[in-house]
Every structure is written in structure tokens, then in C-alpha cells.
């Protein structure tokens, strides 16, 4: 079983940043592929970020390149998202995922292929 704990959500006005950190537990964090989704009220939960084992390889929505960062501490089974330059739309309660028999072929987009979810934060980015 692993339990994943999300913190670092808030109010920020547009143009600001956010780091979110999701902590979680299981012996071997570092095999885990890791990912950040997001939902908002009546769409279905949206891929933001992923992060591969190693952390050399990460995956972003097109629509957070450039201004989104996630990373991994494999010492302190954590895994972040730094969120710059935000703005309106990525409003939303922001998930982290572990997927804990990641392949190097798995599609880290994919909300399906993860096994275990926190219980999510909230983002609000105000205009």
C-alpha cells in the first residue's frame, strides 16, 4: 500500500508561483513513476506532469511547458511541482499519482496506468 500526501496548494494571484510536494510512503519510492494531474468541477481529471524513476526523464502537458517544473527527491520520497507564470486556467485541485509498475514504455499521460492517488490540494490562481 502507498499513501501519498499532497500540501502546497493555495491562492495565488496570476503571473505568481507555487511549489505543490506530494510525500509518500513505500520502500522503494524510487522505482514509482510519478505524476501530477488536475480536476476541475464537471471535466475529467487532466495529465500535468510526470516523472520517471531516475527523474532524467520528464513528460509535461502542453499546456504547463515552460512554466511548470516537477522533480524528485528520492531521499525524502517526495516529488514536487514548481508552478511559475500561472495563470487562470490552471486553476483546479491538482493530484499526485504513483505508478508503482512503471515501464520504460508506459504512457505517463495516461491517468489509467497510475495505482495510487493522494487526496489532492487546492490551486486557485485568481485574475
Known amino acids: 500500500q502507498v499513501q501519498l500526501v499532497e500540501s502546497g496548494g493555495g491562492l495565488v494571484q496570476a503571473g505568481g508561483s507555487l511549489r505543490l510536494s506530494c510525500a509518500a510512503s513505500?520502500?522503494?519510492?524510487?522505482?514509482?513513476?510519478m505524476g501530477w494531474f488536475r480536476q476541475v468541477p464537471m471535466k475529467e481529471r487532466e495529465f500535468v506532469a510526470a516523472?520517471?524513476?531516475?527523474?532524467?526523464?520528464?513528460d509535461y502537458a502542453d499546456s504547463v511547458k515552460g512554466r511548470f517544473i516537477i522533480s524528485r527527491d528520492n531521499a525524502k520520497n517526495t516529488v514536487y511541482l514548481q508552478m511559475n507564470s500561472l495563470k487562470p486556467d490552471d486553476t483546479g485541485v491538482y493530484y499526485c499519482?504513483?505508478?508503482?509498475?512503471?515501464?520504460?514504455?508506459?504512457?505517463?499521460?495516461?491517468?489509467?496506468?497510475?495505482?495510487?492517488w493522494g487526496q489532492g490540494t487546492q490551486v486557485t490562481v485568481s485574475s
Open positions: 516523472i520517471r524513476w531516475s527523474g532524467g526523464n520528464t
Open positions: 499519482a504513483a505508478d508503482v509498475n512503471f515501464l520504460p514504455t508506459t504512457d505517463s499521460s495516461r491517468a489509467t496506468e497510475y495505482d495510487y
Open positions: 513505500g520502500r522503494t519510492f524510487s522505482r514509482y513513476g
